[in-house]
């Protein structure tokens, strides 16, 4: 029987991505619904392509009606910002099957998000790469005690710049990163290792694991995504091409997996590095975990003044290297 999906957020970079997987395994995937925030151009012509029996909307109200529909079997939020909390406790709330790109929800609402989870034992399947690469490695090793969780990162485009250079970086550098093809707003914070910051509120939720237990290492070739390291001192990691692809794949199929086509790593001759984060160039990353630490909307008003810094930055009137303090002041002072 073929998995009915509805994709909130369908005309964005892992929304495509959704599509091109549902695209390439036609028998097993049926689109119900889909849903944009404005752009309802490319909206129409994805609906032209898979023809979804609920249809296409811009309209919250109407995405809530989808995603709860008695056919739906999975919701994709491959959206970004936070208007769809409603949504996705509703979805939780009627037990649907939910996969989940969308950090800044988890960001945001973690609490109240999981706790619902728990409550109507509906499990998150998580699309960003590292959580994906931790929930799988997690998945086969549920009764061992993690010691600690570590994300990789690549360190973006500008690891080894200057901080000085820092000052005359343009958006459209911002927005190249060397390793993964992704939306404009992600892009410019793995530059600014905010991305890495948010994952880490998103990882303590998720996986309901104190922030003192998740690390960050910068691993700049995106080959391994996670590590998990056990109470024995083992150490697994989860290691993948880096193609959004991947995860996606995962969470469609799961608790399945399917063969495809996507690249395989060649592990020959191939130099995996791994570094400590330089948190006086990037401060981002302590931001996240002070603000885990103070109990109250840390969390949310982090997310927040990066959406508002990043904007921003995209329209001139602040510098790359002005996003930190300008973040660090909007969440702590
Ligand atoms: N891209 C990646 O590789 C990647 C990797 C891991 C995690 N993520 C996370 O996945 C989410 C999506 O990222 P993305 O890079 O795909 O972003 P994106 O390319 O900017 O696409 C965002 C999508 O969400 C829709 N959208 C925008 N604002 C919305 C709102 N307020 N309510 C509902 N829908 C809204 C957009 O519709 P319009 O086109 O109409 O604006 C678009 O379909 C983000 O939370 C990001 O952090 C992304």
């Not at 360190?155 to 820092?166: K, R, V």
């Not at 003192?212 to 056990?230: G, R």
């Not at 996606?248 to 400590?276: C, G, T």
């Amino acid at each position: 029987m073929k998995k009915r999906l509805v994709i909130f957020g369908a005309t964005g970079s892992i929304g495509s991505q959704v599509l091109d997987v549902v695209r390439a395994n036609p028998d097993d995937f049926e689109i119900l619904g889909l849903s944009a925030k404005s752009n309802k151009c490319l909206l129409e012509e994805h609906s032209n392509d898979f023809n979804p029996r609920l249809g296409w909307t811009l309209d919250i109200s109407k995405m809530e009606e989808m995603a709860i529909n008695p056919n739906t079997d999975m919701v994709v939020f491959a959206c970004k910002g936070t208007d769809v909390i409603n949504v996705l406790i509703e979805s939780i709330r009627h037990k649907k099957q939910i996969a989940i790109a969308n950090k800044e929800l988890l960001v945001e609402y973690g609490e109240r998000i999981m706790n619902e989870a728990k409550k109507y034992g509906v499990q998150l399947i998580p699309i960003d790469s590292e959580h994906s690469g931790i929930f799988q490695i997690l998945n086969g090793n549920k009764d061992r005690e993690i010691e600690k969780i570590i994300l990789t990162c690549s360190g973006g485009p500008f690891l080894n710049m200057s901080q000085e250079g820092f000052k005359s970086i343009t958006f459209n550098q911002a927005i190249k990163h060397p390793n993964w093809k992704m939306g404009k707003k992600i892009s410019v914070d793995s530059a600014t290792m905010m991305n890495k910051a948010l994952e880490i509120i998103e990882a303590h939720h998720l996986f309901d694991i104190t922030p003192e237990k998740i690390d960050v290492l910068v691993h700049p070739q995106s080959i391994v995504h996670a590590l998990v390291q056990f109470r024995d001192g083992s150490l697994i990691a989860h290691m993948g091409y880096p193609d959004m692809r991947l995860p996606i794949s995962y969470a469609l199929y799961y608790p399945q997996a399917k063969e495809n086509n996507l690249p395989r790593i060649d592990l020959i001759d191939k130099k995996l590095e791994f570094y400590k984060p330089d948190l006086c160039k990037f401060p981002s990353i302590g931001f996240a975990y002070d603000a885990l630490q103070r109990k109250g909307n840390f969390t949310k008003k982090l997310n927040q003044s990066n959406d508002k810094a990043v904007e921003m930055f995209e329209k001139g009137e602040i510098r790359f290297d002005e996003i930190f303090e300008y973040v660090r002041k909007g969440t702590f002072l």
